[in-house]
């Protein structure tokens, strides 16, 4: 399944291209206390190509508990790994702003 969501994200990526990042990587990690997922995209320049400059973005969620009695709190928000005091919304708003904040998109 999430081999299946990662080809998806790269076939939207790929025909959303005016978004001008490219999906290095996306993997999601942990289990029973707490999850991961991180992604990591590569920004491009004012004329389309790829630069070498890279966004490194995570978001987690973490669960108290086991058994019946396991509580998670839900995904929290996406963050820039550079600046995470600032929160996203989606990877997409979090790539975009990490890129622009290189003089890249």
Known sequence: ???????ILII???????NAYQILSSKELGKNDAKNQNVVV????DTGKVSNQ??????????????????????????????????YSDWRSAASACCRSKGLR
């Open 42 to 45: 590569k920004c491009t320049t």
């Open 54 to 87: 890279t966004c490194s973005l995570r978001r987690y969620v973490k669960c108290t508990g086991s058994g019946e009695n396991k509580k998670c709190n839900g995904w929290q928000p996406w963050q820039d790994l550079r600046n995470p005091s600032k929160k």
């Open 1 to 7: 399944m999430k081999k299946f969501l990662s080809a």
């Open 12 to 18: 939207f990526i790929t025909i959303c291209g005016a």
